[in-house]
């Protein structure tokens, strides 16, 4: 029997870490209170307008709706977008628009045009996973900048510029994924002048900036930079992540190129797909759904939150984010959270060790991301009061399994 | 102004050839009788079940329709798939289908997964180019494996395994773009047999086995040789392109690699689109369908093939495909058929010059792709008879543009 094991391209090695795909696949075992996932609740999904959507992608473009259509993106939502990005701040035109299969599909693209093996990108540590499994098989060194509560650090990132050659620098903004941080105005202008003065690119990836709970909003570093900046976004978090529906406004030439290793990747993103968002973008769905998304979101961050500040031990700290999807938490330098989760998982309750989100293998073990999406109020709250507990074992190392401290009903 | 010229990987310098996106482009203007495309006509999707399959889609599934899933692909899709590949003969259970974005998307993967810089890639001579344009950004060397009227030669082949070590074998057995070409039983048998004892991995593409039009059907390489191929299919030609629905069953390894390979480049498929799929079949839409598809074609090919014969010089020769979108035309030597298709286009008639299907540039510049599917049977005579003048201008170098020859109205 063959295995074809010593068929496989060198770059594949780079693509094995799949340990986050276990905890994963653990998490979603029935009876388990998930604070893992990284995924919109499905009631958050604007089903009240679906059907209107389609009936109305039918009626106006046919069977155009379902034929091949322009790598580039289908023409109606590329110009819708060209109003969504003017309320960010971002001039644009439906020309310089691309659209992908999720920023995935742009993330997957960019790697594949920019990074020849051994090539420097780099990136918030932590960081998101997506983008490290993205660029992971091209082969890229990576150089972890380092971060404080509001993001990535400038002096540190002009430092490691004036260091290497850097193909890119990766940047989530505003509530990050991991942390939930968001990067001031002040570190953007200060970013803005460091790329342009390196004369470098960088690659910033705004999938939550809609989700705000508070506070202002603070405009993209494509604002600030636009030659110098491939700035990425979803329609994942504000209307459908199955559909898959990501866009990029990119510097011409890299745009030129992303758009050619799109076409060898999958030709286009679904046209139907692209009509329906483009629907939903011209109807004003978006403008009256997106409060309906924020007033569920809101609660259930809050709600954890105050769970957090309840049932967490004193020796741990935590981001308290503006919006997103995402909290934060560091505790004692030493604590492993891969075991802590084994641990939780065992009471049914699962988080994502904050070890996976660092590019350099080893960093970070003493910290978790906590999703606050894909749960009501009550069940984010008894799942912090389970995590607290198993967090106080891990430090006081006086674990009793039979121990309990009332936290349901309260 | 920065250009970013030399931030490019090495890679992407095989992503250039364009010249075919340019061609695509001219013959999308309008008044053009375009036999250079190769999609599929927009009157052959079943637009008279797409509101039955949405709402069947909203009323079984809701939002989990529009929720992230698995890379591997929506569960009720991939068990619909298990039948109808055992209507090709093809044995699979669900947990071995993988689901992808278009059979372009297993290309991108399988290239992503395999090719080392410089490791030889088998293929026909012509092949699909955008199978080419899948593996060329993961820098393959191609060794082009001849082919005659039916097809692959299972000695060239077998010659070629046994000069150099060969990373896999590309092939579109069935109704090959772009010659149309079906390979006979003995020669799948003798493939099969070949692959088996030089233990490779056989990529078998086929999008188009189901568009018969005469014959019966030749079953798949993949029922002869499960181990060691990876079968790749498509609903773009028996449902809709714009949904951008492929699928493949691969060895274990290869599937496993894959579904990584995947995750990293758009996590999954659009599982809204995988939901219609998956209603589209098991509500029985394809087997009602697909007979009208066929009704629709069949007589264009005729038409095709019955105003070639009667309005082409007699230096051509051409094959006459039992099914599929294609038909090869090659012409004397030292034919330019790029000059041709130039002079075409002046009179708004378009194909596809052959030579963008060889992986070895330069080869086949006296052959054509012509396209029938996007035109009814009276455009299609009409453009025929203007490419057989053009054509004779060609072979007899005694252009001139004022000549008539009566071709309309007959």
């Known amino acids: 029997m063959t295995s074809f094991e010593n068929r496989l391209a060198r770059r594949t090695r780079n693509m094995g870490a799949s340990a986050i795909r276990e905890i994963l696949k653990v998490v979603s075992r029935p009876g388990m209170i998930s604070l893992a996932g990284g995924i919109p609740a499905p009631e958050s999904f604007p089903m009240e307008v679906v059907r209107e959507l389609t009936a109305a992608v039918l009626d106006k473009f046919g069977p155009a709706a379902f034929q091949y259509d322009l790598t580039e993106g289908f023409r109606p939502l590329r110009e819708a977008l060209v109003d969504y990005l003017a309320d960010k701040g971002i001039a644009a035109t439906a020309e310089h628009i691309l659209i992908a299969s999720g920023s995935q599909g742009v993330l997957d693209c960019l790697g594949k045009i920019l990074i020849s093996p051994g090539d420097q990108v780099a990136l918030e540590a932590p960081t998101y996973l997506g983008a490290l499994q993205a660029f992971n098989p091209y082969e890229p060194a990576y150089v972890q900048i380092g971060t404080d509560d509001q993001g990535m650090l400038p002096d540190a990132l002009a430092d490691a510029l004036s260091r290497q050659p850097v193909k890119f620098i990766y940047l989530v903004p505003t509530f990050q994924n991991p942390t939930g941080r968001t990067l001031p105005m002040k570190r953007r202008r200060a970013i803005a002048d460091i790329i342009q003065r390196f004369d470098t690119l960088l690659v910033e990836d705004d999938p939550y900036g809609d989700l705000r709970y508070r506070g202002t909003s603070v ?87 105050d769970a957090m500040k309840r049932f967490f031990p004193d020796a741990f700290t935590w981001t308290a984010p503006d919006g997103g999807m995402f909290v934060w938490v560091e505790g004692p330098d030493g604590m492993d959270m891969e075991a802590v989760n084994q641990k939780a998982v065992n009471r049914n309750t699962a988080f994502v060790p904050g070890t996976f989100f660092f590019a350099r293998p080893g960093d970070g073990r003493h910290t978790m991301r906590l999703n606050y999406t894909m749960a009501d109020e009550a069940t984010l709250t008894r799942a912090v009061g389970i995590l607290g507990e198993v967090l106080e074992c891990a430090v006081t190392k006086m674990c009793s399994r039979g121990r309990t401290r009332s936290i349901d009903g309260d």
Chains 1, 2 share one sequence.
């Open 219 to 305: 405009p993209p570093i494509k604002t600030l930079a636009p030659d110098h900046v491939v700035y990425i976004s979803t329609l994942s978090k504000v209307f459908a992540p199955g559909l898959r529906m990501g866009f990029c406004l990119a510097p011409d030439l890299i745009r030129q190129w992303l758009v050619l290793a799109k076409q060898g990747v999958d030709l286009h993103t679904s046209t139907f797909n692209q009509a329906l968002a483009s629907e939903y973008l011209t109807g004003g769905h978006l403008k009256r759904h997106l409060p309906r998304i924020i007033a569920l979101y809101r609660p259930r961050q809050q709600a954890l939150l």
